[in-house]
């Protein structure tokens, strides 16, 4: 079959050698694409928000199957799109994506169905925030309802970084119409985990767990990111948070958004935290995280193809999801300044060591090619190192190794992804 997969980040390069690993995949096209991606899949230069031409390119070709799994365009109506041309896609309906596109429904819809989440209050209006802090405990957490790039989310620890937060957020716009409408939450304590599940609109099938590491300096000090590394799977994922969570927040999710008239298809991905009073969701993404993705699919033995299928038939009860007995670690390469200003164009060196070592990946996050052919900087972040082993030690020591095969002007990485894994017995 010939696919197209829309995107050009990490998550799209992971997502990208696990199809090309399908016996059912014969041909694969990506849109835009990006250096690392172009290695192994036709790229074609199509913005991921031009659903007139990425149809018709879909339909000249004779496209089986497309795949997007990036929050602007699931949310802005891709998938609808697609399917009013007669076209299969896998994805989230944009009357589904609400789910990621606004914080505020996600919110609500948690409170009206029971879903463990923190206490929250939302706000349109500036004035109105800012006298809700007057009475608040801190410290706080502030976030922008609508989509900001995994960003728009300020955890504040006095009354007056809060204001200050109101007036980024609400005032100055740091995040454009995403700071529209904010949700005002308590602050939660515990370990985060991330749990990313395929779903059919009424079943779901659980992939392996991961950990991100959001921070951009180590020790989690420093401005929100994207994410900066990953692992999986999360040792803190017990056997008993497993079972709260398939009680209590997997399933009823699911049956919410249907009950809803919002039938959920795609990948749904779990925020949580492991509070000491049990997971509470964090929040929803309507997507594979960026950059959880590079540590789940390279541990799933079962084709990609077949559960995106399932999915789009509402047959994943009959699918078997099955991963490898080992574990992964990622570790992503940034430009010197994400996630605020940095330069571009940086020539990257020794991406070839990677060639034919077969525990070892760097997907292409931020990459092009340049007018002489090398493959340059192009984003915050760059790379993502990912590395497997036996056990998630072995895994992190062999991501950090292979860290040292590339470089490029003012190249910086998390020394600590991981590093809470030193101080537990695995």
Same mark, same amino acid.
């Given at each position: 079959?010939?696919?197209?997969?829309?995107?050009?980040?990490?998550?799209?390069? @992971?997502?990208?050698?696990?199809?090309?690993?399908?016996?059912?995949?014969?041909?694969?096209?990506?849109? *835009?694409?990006?250096?690392?991606?172009?290695?192994?899949?036709?790229?074609? =230069?199509?913005?991921?928000?031009?659903?007139?031409?990425?149809?018709?390119?879909?339909?000249?070709?004779?496209?089986?199957?497309?795949?997007?799994?990036?929050?602007?365009?699931?949310?802005?109506?891709?998938?609808?799109?697609? &399917?009013?041309?007669?076209?299969?896609?896998?994805?989230?309906?944009?009357?589904?994506?609400?789910? &990621?596109?606004?914080?505020?429904?996600? $919110?609500?819809?948690?409170?009206?169905?029971?879903?463990?989440?923190?206490?929250?209050?939302i706000f349109s209006d500036a004035d109105k925030? #800012?006298?809700?802090?007057?009475?608040?405990?801190?410290?706080? %957490?502030? $976030?922008?309802?609508?989509?900001? #790039?995994?960003?728009?989310?300020?955890?504040?620890?006095?009354?007056?970084?809060?204001?200050?937060?109101?007036?980024?957020?609400?005032?100055?716009?740091?995040?454009?119409?995403?700071?529209?409408k904010i949700v005002i939450e308590e602050f939660?304590?515990?370990?985060?985990?991330?749990? #990313?599940?395929?779903?059919?609109?009424?079943?779901?099938?659980?992939?392996?767990?991961?950990?991100?590491?959001?921070?951009?300096?180590?020790?989690?000090?420093?401005?929100?990111?994207?994410?900066?590394?990953?692992?999986? *799977?999360?040792?803190?994922?017990?056997? !008993?948070?497993?079972?709260?969570?398939?009680?209590?927040?997997?399933?009823?999710?699911?049956?919410?958004?249907?009950? !809803?008239?919002? *039938?959920?298809?795609?990948?749904?991905?779990?925020?949580?935290?492991?509070?000491?009073?049990?997971?509470?969701?964090?929040?929803?993404?309507?997507?594979?995280?960026?950059?959880?993705?590079?540590?789940?699919?390279?541990?799933?033995?079962?084709?990609?193809?077949? %559960?995106?299928?399932?999915?789009?038939?509402?047959?994943?009860?009959?699918?078997? #999801?099955?991963? &490898?007995?080992?574990?992964?670690?990622? %570790?992503?390469?940034?430009?010197?300044?994400?996630?605020?200003?940095?330069?571009?164009?940086?020539?990257?060196?020794?991406?070839?060591?990677?060639?034919?070592?077969?525990?070892?990946?760097?997907?292409?996050?931020?990459?092009?090619?340049?007018?002489?052919?090398?493959?340059?900087?192009?984003?915050?972040? %760059?790379?993502?190192?990912? @590395?497997?082993?036996?056990?998630?030690?072995?895994?992190?020591?062999?991501?950090? !190794?292979?860290? @040292?095969?590339?470089?490029?002007?003012?190249?910086?990485?998390? =020394?600590?992804?991981?590093?809470?894994?030193?101080?537990?017995?695995?």
């Amino acid at each position: 079959m010939k696919v197209l997969l829309i995107g050009g980040g990490g998550r799209e390069h @992971a997502i990208a050698a696990s199809l090309v690993k399908s016996p059912r995949v014969d041909k694969l096209y990506c849109a *835009p694409g990006n250096a690392g991606i172009a290695k192994i899949a036709e790229c074609v =230069n199509i913005g991921t928000m031009d659903f007139d031409k990425l149809t018709q390119f879909a339909q000249d070709n004779a496209i089986d199957l497309s795949v997007c799994s990036m929050d602007d365009p699931l949310c802005a109506g891709i998938v609808d799109a697609f &399917e009013a041309k007669g076209l299969k896609i896998f994805g989230t309906r944009a009357n589904a994506a609400i789910i &990621e596109g606004s914080k505020a429904f996600s $919110k609500d819809l948690m409170k009206k169905y029971g879903i463990p989440t923190a206490a929250y209050e939302i706000f349109s209006d500036a004035d109105k925030a #800012l006298k809700y802090l007057e009475t608040a405990s801190y410290p706080i %957490v502030l $976030k922008a309802s609508g989509l900001a #790039l995994g960003k728009g989310v300020l955890i504040c620890n006095t009354h007056e970084e809060a204001v200050a937060g109101i007036g980024e957020l609400m005032l100055d716009k740091k995040f454009g119409t995403a700071g529209d409408k904010i949700v005002i939450e308590e602050f939660m304590t515990g370990r985060e985990v991330s749990v #990313l599940a395929f779903v059919d609109g009424s079943h779901y099938k659980l992939m392996t767990s991961s950990q991100d590491h959001k921070r951009a300096g180590d020790g989690d000090t420093g401005l929100n990111t994207g994410g900066m590394g990953t692992f999986s *799977p999360s040792p803190f994922y017990t056997p !008993e948070v497993d079972a709260y969570c398939r009680e209590h927040i997997y399933q009823k999710t699911v049956d919410a958004m249907k009950a !809803e008239g919002r *039938p959920f298809t795609g990948v749904l991905y779990f925020g949580l935290m492991l509070t000491p009073n049990g997971p509470r969701v964090l929040e929803y993404n309507t997507r594979f995280g960026d950059p959880e993705t590079q540590v789940v699919l390279p541990r799933m033995k079962t084709d990609i193809v077949d %559960v995106m299928e399932a999915c789009m038939n509402g047959t994943l009860d009959q699918i078997e #999801l099955e991963y &490898e007995d080992n574990a992964a670690v990622c %570790v992503v390469l940034a430009s010197g300044g994400y996630p605020e200003s940095y330069e571009k164009g940086k020539v990257i060196t020794g991406l070839d060591t990677f060639d034919g070592k077969e525990d070892y990946f760097c997907f292409h996050a931020g990459t092009k090619f340049d007018d002489r052919g090398n493959v340059v900087t192009n984003g915050g972040r %760059v790379l993502g190192v990912v @590395a497997l082993g036996d056990d998630l030690k072995q895994a992190r020591a062999k991501a950090y !190794e292979a860290t @040292a095969w590339v470089s490029f002007d003012k190249m910086y990485k998390r =020394n600590d992804i991981g590093k809470a894994l030193d101080s537990i017995d695995l």
